[in-house]
């Protein structure tokens, strides 16, 4: 064979070095195009996880936030539907509410005690605020045996219950807080003594509300009072008046505790203190009927906490110890006038407070209770606000026609009670407003402690 020219040699290297030269550029291309790949994927998978977090970021806000509205929803529109007025909007979320659980100490209770004007009543009293108020307000009645409410007898706390066994979500209220037998019903004082010191040591809440099982309350504005509020200092609040020259509050319109003053009762208690125990009062007798006003000397004598004015900023009670009608017309009894004289000066306070005032001038928007409410009066109460809450726009004729249909007669209210004013102009100038002020949306407030879902 002829051999290769060295031209030919020249030329034939050249094309094995572009040969290698093109394999070479192939290769790069493929690196940058893997490389470019891999960027791409890293970009990708940095996006996706980027949009996941984000939707769980978002997802969390929302279906807090609407779990906190529908708590509220339920709160505000009760436990159930009552007077035929069933709808989606009314008592239908029981069972999301029942699912929140409560973990620590409550905000507040309210402590149910025996009324001593018509006890056989008592029962269908506490079956109307198991069906109206009772949840909300964490209701305790406080009962000397299970007898006194059945229903609840699988829902008992006493002195003997450990902290740590008792849940404070909403569907497990109302409960039964039982008195020892060595307790009779008779012994107001001792009674009190030990309800106190229960709520204290077992359910531990920030505050406890005392009233008895002739009050209705609206647990809203009572949230609403106690938000500003602080459970650490002193509080004795409620609707006060005279003895002698001293203040107590009305145990029917019913009185506030802050934990810091119930655990100063407490200590005082098992201080022996005879001050805070009454021991030797030439009045006992009386003072177990009046447990109210043993407590009242105790605060003010030996934890120096005494009443305040807790009117709302037009001068106007939030605490009432009559009904919402006889609160309204001013047809209240004497000694109750009575009791506020010379108020100004033993509160430090505005004259105004020495006069019981009706009309609209009666009652707070933000009232938190009315007294000498018998059960049907209760549930009537209960059922027109939440209508008026859920319709604010409700012409004066239909509310006229719905208070009228609801509102107890004279022969089904109770003793203390008084019925519908006859004539037209002072329910269309006076009840009517005053039921659509005690239900507006705006003084509505409940219970969730600042930065957290908890109620």
Request: net charge positive; with cysteine.
């Amino acid at each position: 064979k002829r051999p290769h020219s060295h031209h030919e040699t020249s030329s034939s290297s050249l094309e094995v070095r572009d040969g290698d030269g093109k394999m070479a550029d192939i290769k790069s291309s493929k690196d940058k195009k893997k490389s470019k790949s891999a960027g791409d994927l890293r970009i990708a998978y940095l996006a996706i996880g980027s949009f996941i977090l984000v939707g769980f970021i978002a997802g969390y806000f929302i279906l807090h936030n609407q779990h906190r509205k529908s708590i509220f929803h339920a709160w505000q529109n009760g436990w159930g539907d009552y007077g035929g007025y069933e709808s989606e909007d009314l008592g239908i979320l029981r069972e999301e509410v029942m699912k929140k659980v409560h973990h620590g100490p409550p905000k507040v209770v309210t402590v149910v005690l025996p009324s001593v004007v018509n006890p056989k009543g008592r029962q269908k009293r506490l079956q109307s605020i198991h069906d109206t108020w009772g949840p909300a307000s964490r209701a305790l009645y406080v009962v000397h045996n299970t007898s006194e409410f059945p229903e609840l007898s699988d829902k008992v706390i006493s002195n003997a219950t450990h902290p740590g066994t008792v849940h404070h979500q909403l569907h497990s209220y109302p409960r039964l807080l039982l008195v020892p037998p060595g307790i009779t019903v008779d012994q107001g004082v001792p009674r009190l003594l030990n309800v106190i010191e229960t709520i204290h040591k077992v359910v531990n809440p920030e505050f406890a509300f005392f009233v008895n099982d002739h009050t209705f309350v609206i647990p809203e504005h009572l949230c609403k009072f106690l938000s500003t509020r602080d459970h650490t200092k002193p509080m004795y609040a409620g609707h006060a008046l005279k003895e002698n020259q001293n203040a107590f509050n009305s145990g029917a319109a019913g009185y506030l505790l802050s934990r810091h003053t119930m655990k100063g009762l407490v200590d005082k208690w098992r201080e022996d203190d005879s001050t805070c125990l009454a021991k030797g009062d030439k009045n006992m007798q009386w003072l177990q009927g009046n447990p109210g006003l043993v407590t009242a000397t105790c605060l003010r004598e030996a934890l120096h906490t005494t009443a305040e004015d807790t009117r709302d900023r037009e001068g106007k009670h939030r605490f009432h110890a009559f009904g919402l009608v006889r609160s309204y017309t001013g047809q209240v009894d004497k000694w109750y006038q009575n009791k506020h004289k010379d108020m100004d000066k033993i509160l430090e306070t505005d004259e105004n407070y020495n006069m019981v005032k009706g009309g609209l001038d009666c009652c707070s928007e933000e009232s938190v209770s009315f007294h000498y409410v018998e059960y049907l009066e209760t549930r009537a109460l209960y059922m027109i606000r939440q209508r008026l809450l859920k319709e604010p726009g409700m012409s004066d004729k239909d509310l006229m026609n719905l208070v009228k249909k609801e509102w107890p007669k004279k022969g089904k209210l109770g003793g203390y009670s008084h019925p519908l004013p006859d004539a037209k102009s002072d329910m269309e100038r006076g009840i009517l407003p005053l039921l659509r002020s005690i239900s507006s949306k705006k003084s509505q407030d409940y219970c969730f402690p600042v930065g957290s879902s908890k109620i």
